[in-house]
């Protein structure tokens, strides 16, 4: 028989970084869930991409046990890594703060394509190109596919 789900807790922590200090501590505290046993798996499973801020889902069952997902990286923190910046620009309309060329889109696009809600590569490099506007920073060339 399925174990009956108590709650889901949604984070953003940088692998292999996990603490019981704010905000771990007190989301998985109110839930009654082992924070050092969290921290302990989250940190093995992410060992290998430590310092990237890593959306995780924990989903926590009426018996205090736990499962968790960890997904890809935010898109907005993957264009700030390949423009080398350390925040988008405060008007993004007026001020760019930097540019990436569509294969870098492309690259992008297909690491996130399973977190995305879209079915093609291309509708997933429209989402990281608009993602990449709305921070104030310019696609370079032209798109491999049609422009509508």
């Known amino acids: 028989m399925a174990k009956e789900v108590s709650g889901l807790i949604k984070l953003q922590i940088k692998g292999g970084a996990a603490n019981p ?3 771990v501590g007190p989301a998985l505290g109110a839930k009654g869930v082992n924070i050092m046993e969290f921290c302990k798996q989250f940190n093995g499973r992410t060992q290998e991409q430590a310092g990237k ?4 889902i924990i989903t ?3 018996d205090k046990s736990f ?4 997904k890809s990286p935010p898109v907005a923190i ?18 760019k703060v930097g540019s990436v060329s569509w294969e870098q889109v492309q ?3 297909e690491g996130k394509m399973k977190d995305l809600n879209c079915f093609t590569v291309e509708s997933a490099m429209r989402m990281v ?20």
């Open 107 to 109: 690259t992008i696009a």
């Open 67 to 70: 499962d968790f997902i960890i």
């Open 78 to 95: 993957q264009l700030l890594e390949v423009t080398k910046q350390k925040k988008g620009s405060p008007e993004p309309n007026r001020k």
């Open 21 to 23: 200090s704010p905000p």
């Open 53 to 56: 801020v890593l959306p995780v």
């Open 60 to 62: 926590v069952y009426k």
């Open 129 to 148: 190109a608009g993602t990449a506007r709305s921070m104030g920073i310019t696609v370079k060339g032209t798109p491999p596919f049609g422009a509508n």
